[in-house]
């Protein structure tokens, strides 16, 4: 088993930042991709961005040049950083942990509102 638990989600202004964090927790292996997908009222979850064990990141092409994926793998933490948001960014966020041979584990999901 592994737990997630997400935070920093909130409200913004278009043109702030927030800053997520998503702590890993249980039966953590060294090889692993942690990241971030998002779903936006009506639409599909999407992948934002993620990274693995190496350091090797991957980030979606509408948020690109403002949000930045991170991890601490002392911490098994894995965090991003988003700036510049945009009202179109506004959606539930989930952290999302998967290991060759297992299946993936998400997080409760925390809201993103941006918004004048």
């Known amino acids: 088993q592994v737990q997630l638990v997400e935070s920093g989600g909130g409200l913004v202004q278009p043109g702030g930042s927030l800053r997520l964090s998503c702590a890993a927790s249980?039966?953590?292996?060294?090889?692993?991709?942690m990241g971030w997908y998002r779903r936006a009222p009506g639409e599909p979850r999407e992948l934002v961005a993620h990274i693995d064990n190496n350091g090797f990141t991957f980030y979606a092409g509408p948020v690109k040049g403002r949000f930045t994926i991170s991890r601490d793998n002392a911490k098994n933490t894995v965090y991003l950083q988003m700036n510049s948001l945009k009202p179109e960014d506004t959606a539930v966020y989930y952290c999302?942990?998967?290991?060759?041979?297992?299946?993936?584990?998400w997080g409760q999901g925390t809201q993103v509102t941006v918004s004048p």
């Open positions: 249980g039966r953590i292996f060294s090889i692993n991709t």
């Open positions: 999302n942990y998967q290991s060759s041979g297992t299946p993936p584990y």
